[in-house]
């Protein structure tokens, strides 16, 4: 798809604000934190028992995300709950979903690092 030429001054003012973007989905826990909360919102304990990722490391992502205006917080009682709050967010899940985890896409582009070839087997 082609898209329309942009003015390089724009680029250059732009570039940075979408580095820093892309910056927070190239490591795989915050990724993974973003995938999960993309799903719908949930609380600190329940990413932890369905992520596996251990109480200081998943503060420190969620504290980076929230930092970045990524993620959003709401507390009741004791529990924080958290869910996406930037649609370029929500749009860039998607289009990840669509490339990475649709058993479709997979297919098509013949990357299912799931799959197991006879010589594995």
């Given at each position: 798809m082609k898209r329309p030429q942009?003015?390089?001054?724009?680029?250059?003012?732009r570039a940075p604000q979408a580095?820093?973007?892309?910056?927070?989905?190239a490591n795989s826990?915050?990724?993974?934190l973003l995938c999960h909360i993309a799903g719908g919102e949930c609380?600190?304990?329940e990413i932890q028992d369905a992520l596996g990722i251990k109480q200081p490391g998943l503060s420190q992502q969620l504290k980076e995300l929230?930092?970045?205006?990524?993620?959003?917080?709401?507390?009741q009682g004791t529990q924080i709950y958290y869910s996406i709050a930037d649609q370029r967010v929500e749009a860039m899940m998607g289009l990840l979903y669509?490339?990475?985890c649709d058993d479709q896409a997979l297919t098509l582009s013949g990357n299912d690092v799931d799959a197991v070839s006879?010589?594995?087997a």
């Open positions: 942009v003015p390089v001054e724009l680029l250059m003012r580095a820093e973007f892309l910056r927070q989905f826990n915050r990724l993974i609380s600190v304990g929230r930092q970045a205006e990524l993620v959003k917080t709401r507390r669509d490339m990475f006879e010589e594995d």
